[in-house]
């Protein structure tokens, strides 16, 4: 799916440029551009999966997930716990997402690939061990 919506993104942006600049999509930092976004999604995708299923309820999963997005938009650990703001997974996504040059960032994007990888593997594998011994009984 999000190589899809990257598809589409694309689609439209050349539609949008393609009488001054048509060449601006196949460049290099386009297509990097479009990696993060399709490994944040993928890896953002895994995470709300393994919470949810953890936590054996769909509304559980959605709430801390909202949770999580709320703590990084309003900035409150960004200012107080910089280092700890860079470990939640919107925070990363964040980070990888977005230019440092221009934006005030709390990690580097390889730091934000690190964290995006480490919440996606944990909840995934804590998921599994948990439908495992659910299942066993």
């Keep these: 799916m999000a190589v899809l919506i990257a598809g589409i993104s694309s689609a439209f942006m050349y539609a949008a440029v393609e009488d001054w600049n048509p060449g601006l999509l196949v460049t290099g930092a386009a297509f990097v551009g479009h990696g993060k976004f399709v490994a944040f999604a993928v890896l953002s995708g895994l995470t709300g999966f393994g919470i949810t299923v953890i936590a054996r ?66 909840t995934t594998a804590a998921a599994g061990i948990t439908l495992g011994r659910r299942d066993a009984r």
């Design 57 to 122: 309820s769909t509304l559980v999963g959605v709430i801390v997930t909202i949770a999580q997005i709320a703590v990084t938009m309003t900035q409150a650990l960004a200012g107080a716990a910089p280092a700890l703001d860079a470990l939640l997974p919107v925070s990363a996504a964040r980070n990888l997402l977005l230019d440092p040059g221009i934006n005030r960032l709390t990690a580097g994007p390889g730091h934000a690939l690190l964290v995006l990888i480490a919440w996606a593997g944990i």
